[in-house]
């Protein structure tokens, strides 16, 4: 309604300034973005390159290393049919999946108790498992390496089994907390006026309405299981018990020899999985992350 | 369908807070009971304690013949309705209202049944596959209510259910509300600060204050007959003008000296209820819908005439609101719209004082 009064040459430099920044700030992010997409796809992308050489190409100097000239997948089969590798993938699967299953009944069971049960302490409890979260695991494995020698579980699968939870439940106890607790308590209340008890209030409300925070919890548990580098490095020592992480660059490097063709081929495959569960479930992972802590 | 008796009910919270101070009440079968009061005055609380949802600190509930204080909520036959619906997010509209007959393990047919005649009282029959999420305020607050009308409880509880909604809407669940207790008959007790939705919706309004029942009664009486200060002034809208005033004259005639040096004679028919108070100061109370044009009274007895100058001047359609001050007290009163009158122009008022009130100003009681 004032248009009119503001002078036609002043609104035109108005809006052409506004525009121009826009520009400018589209123009920096995309820069931005692009730096940073050569900085985290370079590695990958020369994995791949590799992965797809013979070993002589690969030993031969002249060419760039960043192209291939005569593309194989001899390594990749030599892999699949190595049962080694086989062995450790297998073992990365028992071991990820017992350990996501772990990790989501007792933070979702700690979180609900957190969240919803006040009982004396809880507060704190709560507090504390986030502290916990925060001790690095390269300073764990000493005084875990005496629990699990106790308990006669060194060099066995089973083992990382009991100790990566150490690693996951905290921060997946306290995603889901914050889940929870964007939960209003009304909804709880409603259900127990409608005759629910409290593992039906869980089974039935909670878990379904903080379905988006369980998926992004189980992510981060899958990742941290399937990436963990420091404690089976620590605690096992034959090639049957290795994960995927250590048994690539323990067994397919024979004293001083690198078979870096089949190196990148195992390292790919191994990225293989956290990489297909993120392409299908980020929209989740991102949500979970951020609904919790805003959802009213 | 059952009775529900208070006794001395109190609940104090962690730190000494007393949000309910000892309150007694009784509810008869197929009774509409609202408690009004304003916020914090723990009228939630009251209501949470008969659900079950908040500990009792002392007293005793009885719902259909049975102290319930150590029973949990789903076992006290209640349903309850929320403020801000808590609707289970995930379910369809359907699954919403089954949900506490499924717990219950009533049978799929029944269920059906239940849930279906629920939707067509409320008018939702074609939600019934929709999400809470793919509703308006209105519909989400239909779906509430029939999640407590499927479970047949002995006692439906609400807690501020229209608060959520604009005021078109409000209006029209309230009648909604209404229609439904008429069709269901369920015993009900009903939280709001709304005090016309208190009139409109009660056979008996409750009113609280500071943890405690300040007066019981049908809507009429509370309107006509409030038993306090607090009563007078909160029921009724625009509400209750007070002004300070002293009582005059012998038991014969008695006369109320206003500020101003107005004067108004108090009818005879109230002689002998206000005599033992003569000689006292006084707060004279009335109401601005009796405070009016003169041509409107002219005909009536009792009606005293006083001369003021309305400072403000609110025409609001059906009526016209004049606001005027009396030695720090505004007095507002309801002229017919027909009447014009120009904010500074001393008009004549006509007050009924027949629908007088007197209050004790040390007491608070209405005299
Ligand atoms: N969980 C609680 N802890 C402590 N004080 C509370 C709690 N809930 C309510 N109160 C207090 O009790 C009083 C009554 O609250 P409430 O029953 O919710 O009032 P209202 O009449 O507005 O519904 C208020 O003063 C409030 O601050
Ligand atoms: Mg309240």
Known sequence: MSATAIPASYTGRKLGSLRSERRWALWVAYA?????????????????????????EISNLSGNPWLVKAPTLENYIELINNPLFRGFFWNSIII??????????????????????????????????????????????????????????????????????????????????????????????????????????????????????????????FTVSWAAFVYPTAFVTTPDQMPLTIGVVSQLI??????????????????????????????????????????G | ???????????????????????????????????VG?????????????????????????????????????????????????LYPHMTVYDNMAFGLMLRKFDKTEIKRRVENAAKILDIGMLLDRKPKALSGGQRQRVAMGRAIVRDPAVFLFDE??????????????????????????????????????MTLADRVVVM?????????????????????FVAGFIGSPSMNFMPAKLEGNGAALTLHLPDGIRLPIPAARTARYAPHAGKDVLFGIRPEHLTETRQTEHRANVAVFEAAPEVVEPM???????????????????????????????????????MHLIDPQTDLVL
């Open chain 2, 161 to 198: 259910p229209l608060s959520n909604l604009d005021a078109k809407l409000r209006v029209q669940m309230r009648t909604e509300i209404k229609k439904v207790h008429q069709t269901v008959k369920t015993t009900t007790i009903y939280v709001t600060h709304d005090q016309i939705e208190a």
């Open chain 2, 209 to 229: 204050n500071h943890g405690n029942i300040e007066q019981v009664g049908p809507p009429q009486e509370l309107y006509h007959h409030p038993r306090t200060r």
């Open chain 1, 32 to 56: 931005s973005l692009i730096i940073a997409c050569i900085i985290f796809l370079a590695p990958p992308f020369y994995m791949l390159v590799t992965s797809l050489k013979s070993s002589a």
């Open chain 2, 1 to 35: 369908m059952a009775q529900v008796h208070l006794r001395k009910i109190v609940k104090e919270y962690e730190g000494g807070v007393q949000a309910v101070k000892g309150i007694d009440l009784d509810i008869a079968d197929h009774e509409f009971v609202v408690l």
């Open chain 2, 317 to 355: 359609g059906m009526e016209t609101l004049l606001h005027f001050w009396m030695q720090g007290h505004e007095i507002c009163a309801r002229f017919d719209p027909a009447v014009e009158v120009s904010p500074g122009q001393r008009v004549p008022m006509a007050v009924d004082m027949d629908q």
């Open chain 1, 96 to 221: 990820t999946v017992c350990v996501v299953i772990i990790s989501m009944v007792v933070s979702v069971l700690a979180a609900f108790a957190l969240a919803r049960m006040k009982f004396w302490g809880s507060q704190m409890l709560a507090t504390g498992v986030f502290l916990t979260y925060l001790v690095p695991d390269t300073l764990l494995f000493i005084p875990l390496y005496q629990i699990v020698g106790g308990l006669g579980l060194l060099n066995s699968i089973w083992g990382l089994v009991l100790i990566y939870p150490t690693l996951t439940v905290p921060f997946c106890t306290w995603i889901m907390i914050g889940y929870f607790a964007s939960i209003p308590k009304e909804l709880d209340e409603a259900a127990l006026i409608d005759g629910a008890n409290w593992m039906q209030m869980l089974t039935k409300i909670f878990i379904p309405v903080a379905l988006p925070g369980i998926i992004a919890a189980t992510i981060f548990a």
């Open chain 1, 254 to 295: 024979r004293g001083d020899t690198f078979a870096w063709g089949q190196i990148m081929a195992g390292a790919l495959m191994a990225a293989l999985p956290p990489v297909v569960v993120y392409a299908f479930l980020m929209d989740y992972y991102i949500a979970g992350l951020t609904a919790g802590a805003t959802k």
């Open chain 2, 38 to 86: 304003p916020s914090g005055c723990g009228k939630s609380t009251t209501l949470r304690m008969i659900a079950g949802l908040e500990e009792i600190s002392s007293g005793e509930i009885d719902i259909g013949g049975s102290i319930v204080n150590d029973v949990p909520p789903r076992d006290r036959d209640i349903a309850m309705v929320f403020q801000n619906y808590a």
